[in-house]
């Protein structure tokens, strides 16, 4: 039997949990989204897409579509959704997207052969099977798929994607499948306004393996209202029996003055700190214990998923769609608040569907603010993502890639590592940092420790906290 040791993490005790259990950035990109600014605009992005063709090692494509609009709304979600149940207004959106993706070829040069695509929301399987078609057709007649190897995936809700909308799914191109969970609870569900029976999921998940699906995810939350140490091990138990290949375990952060929805979820049914931390590592155990692998934060895998094999092999990656198993793609973003990522710059898209919408419309880019890297932003952001993929950073490695002498320019940031190192959560050696099993729990406030801007800002109150 495996256990978190055997997987790669080691369960700290609670008061080491309390020391350490701090607001941190969860660092799907650096400088993190809360850095970007509005000087930043549409012929900032216009440029980036401009330059991907004079790169002298040209990323592969990816594309983001953000879908925002939800049948019904989950307390829980801090996500950017419009709760709906007129598809005149989704028929409308695949229309704009269509226009956005014109202005964005008009621009963009280097390879535009799509090795990724992701369907974020909001909730896309809000879209029925015509408007899944349309939309594919959309993107597809200007961005092609590529033929082998590439990772097309989409969150799905099982409350709107039964098995003939799944069997859409695959027949239009689609092979990665995120499925929406949360808990499994009753109690849980009725409290967040989400029901969603275990039949529902499992006839979903069971369409998705018999159409031909590659990889099937599933996100649970830990720390939501009604929920115990004793209800999430009877969720962890059928999530077990589902055999999904990935899990992701997100921590709830109860933020109401920041998510409306939150308002309706009463502070009194939330668990308290201790029981959410001994949550969260039952969770832990019981994961590794059966097969899966602990690749960092909140996401496990299966020991023969390519997430596991691309993390042992050091080639594992980070984006704002989490974990990834491609090489740094440059990512375009579709859609109200979604963020393009195009070699050294991040561009913006509006929270709000007008504001996108007007733009586009007008005929420009939507960018209304973003951020372009420079020369320090692109040591730190590797040296960053090099720590939460890997949990290993080779001095060496970054000396090459960046002509600098690392214990020089880091020297600060090592001696930040002392606390660590004292409680054995990091080991310094000559020629690189480790962190420790016991140390994985806590790898974002380890990353931090190199994050320029937070340390100057001292804006960590921010963040949601690690547990």
Known sequence: MMTPETSGVELPDMALLKKFDVPAPRYTSYPTADRFNASFGPADYEKALAGRGAAKHP???????HVPFCNDVCFYCGCNKIVTRDHSRSAAYIEMIGRECDLVKEHITGSQELEQLHFGGGTPTFLTNDEISLMMETLTKRFPLAKEGGEFSIEVDPRTC????????HEVGLNRMSLGVQ???PDV?????????????????????????ESINMDLIYGLPKQTRETFAHTIDKVLELSPDRIALYHYAHLPNHFKAQRRILPADLPDTVEKAHIMFDAI????????????????????????????????????????TKAECDMVALGVSAISKIGGAYACNPRELDDWAA?????????NRGYTLNADDELRRYVIMQIMCNFELRKKDVEERFGINFDETFGFELS???????????ELYDDRLVVLPKGKIFVRAVAM????YLRESNRAGGYSRIA
């Open 183 to 185: 808990d499994f609870n």
């Open 162 to 169: 039964g098995p003939d909308k799944v069997k859409k799914l």
């Open 449 to 452: 420790q190199f994050d320029r």
């Open 285 to 324: 155990t019981r994961l590794t214990q059966n097969g899966y692998r602990y690749i960092g934060m909140d996401h496990f895998a299966k020991h023969e998923d390519e997430l596991s094999k691309a993390q042992i092999e050091g080639t594992l990656q980070r984006n704002f769609q989490g974990y990834s």
């Open 416 to 426: 930040k590592m002392k606390p660590y190192v004292h409680h054995e959560l990091v």
């Open 359 to 367: 733009a586009i419309s007008a005929g420009r880019l939507a960018t």
């Open 189 to 213: 569900q009725k409290a967040v306004n989400r029901i969603q029976p275990f039949e529902m999921t499992k006839e979903t998940l069971d369409a998705a393996r018999e159409a031909g699906f």
């Open 59 to 65: 990323a592969p494509l990816s594309l983001y579509v």
